[in-house]
């Protein structure tokens, strides 16, 4: 999703995840491995986001974690910013 705005501040995605899922989930887990951020080159464009989720899209999970990951994606054209699930 691309969302308009300033992106979160460092932490700020991560402890919102913590609260929803680490006390069901994944109980005494940190979930910091789960959570990147990547800032793209400006200035941004199309382009530059699409290698951005390839990049994230290519590596494999580490079976032995809960299967997901979070990916910030910051810089992007217009003052916007990206979130990958």
Partial sequence: AVV???PPRPGEIRDLLAERFA???MPGRDITAHVQR????TPGDDNELFRA???AL???LD????RWE???IEGLRNDSW????
Avoid: Q, Y
């Avoid at 990547?38 to 080159?41: I, K």
């Avoid at 079976?63 to 809960?66: E, F, T, V």
């Avoid at 990206?82 to 699930?85: M, R, S, V």
């Fill in 82 to 85: 990206a979130i990958l699930i």
């Fill in 53 to 55: 989720i390839a990049h």
């Fill in 4 to 6: 308009a705005g300033p």
């Fill in 63 to 66: 079976p032995g974690r809960p």
């Fill in 38 to 41: 990547v800032a793209l080159p």
């Fill in 23 to 25: 006390p069901h989930s």
């Fill in 58 to 60: 290519e590596r494999p």
């Fill in 70 to 72: 979070c990916w910030i």
